[in-house]
Nanobody, 124 residues
């Protein structure tokens, strides 16, 4: 199985930046895609960004495109989410997730393993 440990959440002003990290470990560390999702109070969990196993393909929600960047360092088994130009509507608990297979899918049910979540709060 795969274990995911997230870090980097916090409180920032609108227009500020945060970088989230998620370290993956487990028996199999190859051929898996990684994604970021978020959930605000009273809302369903929604897709934010995903990256393929090779890193050659990325996928972003329209609401974050141009502001957020997903990347991975396979040597460190870590995925990152760089968040710039943050808005109050970005406030949510952010989760990283992993799936077997290399495609950067946006479908929640395609992901098998989930981190514990980290809180991101953006003040106006």
């Amino acid at each position: 199985q795969v274990q995911l440990v997230e870090s980097g959440g916090g409180l920032v002003q609108a227009g500020g930046s945060l970088r989230l990290s998620c370290a993956a470990s487990g028996r199999t560390l190859s051929n898996y895609a990684l994604g970021w999702f978020r959930q605000a109070p009273g809302k369903d969990r929604e897709f934010v960004a995903a990256i393929s196993w090779s890193g050659g393909m990325t996928n972003y929600a329209d609401s974050v495109k141009g502001r957020f960047t997903i990347s991975r360092d396979n040597a460190k088994n870590t995925v990152y989410l760089q968040m710039n130009s943050l808005k109050p509507e970005d406030t949510a608990v952010y989760y990283c997730a992993s799936r077997n297979g290399g495609f950067a899918t946006a479908t929640i049910r395609a992901y098998s393993y989930w981190g514990q979540g980290t809180q991101v709060t953006v003040s106006s």
